[in-house]
């Protein structure tokens, strides 16, 4: 006799077999393997599957079938003819992934079994029933500061501050935070450490998640810094990819800011300028001083300009 109950993903298999001990005399068996077979590796010691056995014999025990003795167990020897009743019970300390649960048991009633003169057996399969649904996917978005005016030969910074808002979870490889600075900057570095992991070609910058992180929580912040090389006033932004996508709302994927070079000369305008003329002594005869004082919103410079 042969019962089977399919599950969708996993399946564990379990053997019942009798073997006969002499003209009068048995054992059963009862071992169980799991399909894929790699599965049995995942399982540890304190992970049982217990099987309640009562014959008619007298032989009555529950076995837990676990990695300690190889997911077997033999009763007593025992008459041939005799009748035991085989209840599989609900697996212990096992735990699932998240989405997967045991099928119903084979053997809820009861299944009869009798020990043969030669050796029989009766395979039995139940599973792991994980549910076909996709998992949940995360909302990231990202914010950028930093920027604003800065001077030629100067260093311009940003700030990356990217977020996971769920409902899924983010892990290593799980996002990219791409940067493409304006052409008037150079000598561009990056830095996220521990959990981005950053490179710079030229002025695009790209850092690789590599952390964990679940819903509504921060992900550690990028910090880019580039040298002001040319004027311009220019927008920069950044954006994160959600991997694999698509986000659920891409909207916020992207920032923006404003970020302007300047010269390293400001004129200021002069409100009022004085200029008074100094006499020099009698011996440098045809010579004189100019001592020139301008006021501009800035305060008050002086200097002194000498005839030659």
């Known amino acids: 006799m042969r019962i089977i109950a399919f599950s969708r993903v996993l399946g564990l298999t379990l053997f019942v077999s009798a073997a006969s001990l002499g003209a009068q005399t048995g054992t059963l068996t009862v071992y169980k393997t799991f399909e894929p077979a790699s599965l049995a590796a995942t399982m540890a010691i304190p992970a049982s599957f217990p099987v309640q056995i009562s014959c008619t014999s007298g032989v009555n025990s529950t076995v837990g079938l676990n990695s300690g003795n190889q997911f077997q167990a033999q009763t007593a020897p025992m008459p041939a003819g005799a009748v035991c009743t085989i209840i599989e019970l609900t697996p212990q300390n096992v735990t699932l992934q998240p989405g997967c649960r045991w099928t119903r048991v084979v053997y809820p009633k009861g299944q009869r079994v009798t020990i043969p003169n030669g050796a029989s057996s009766l395979v039995v399969q139940n599973g792991i029933n994980c549910e076909d649904k996709p998992p949940k996917p995360a909302n990231v978005n990202l ?31 799980g996002a990219m935070v791409v940067d493409t600075l304006p052409a008037m900057f150079g000598s561009v570095t ?59 709302q891409p909207a916020d994927n992207r920032s923006c800011v404003g970020v302007t070079v300047t010269d390293a000369v400001v004129a200021v305008p002069v409100q009022t300028l004085t200029v008074r003329k100094i006499l020099v002594p009698a011996g440098d005869l045809g010579k004189f001083v100019l001592r020139i004082i301008a006021h501009s919103a800035l305060g008050t410079s002086e200097r002194l300009e000498q005839s030659r």
């Open 143 to 173: 914010r950028k500061t930093g920027g604003g005016v800065v001077t030629v030969g100067d260093a311009a910074t940003f700030y990356l501050r990217p977020a996971n808002m769920g409902p899924g979870s983010v892990g290593a490889t």
């Open 190 to 248: 990056a830095a996220g450490a521990p959990d981005w992991g950053c490179t710079v070609t030229g002025l695009v910058v790209t850092c690789v998640y590599t952390g964990a992180v679940g819903p509504n929580q921060s992900m550690a912040q990028i910090i880019v810094t580039a040298r002001a090389e040319r004027e311009g006033n220019r927008a920069n932004c950044a954006m994160i990819i959600p991997t694999p996508g698509p986000d659920p």
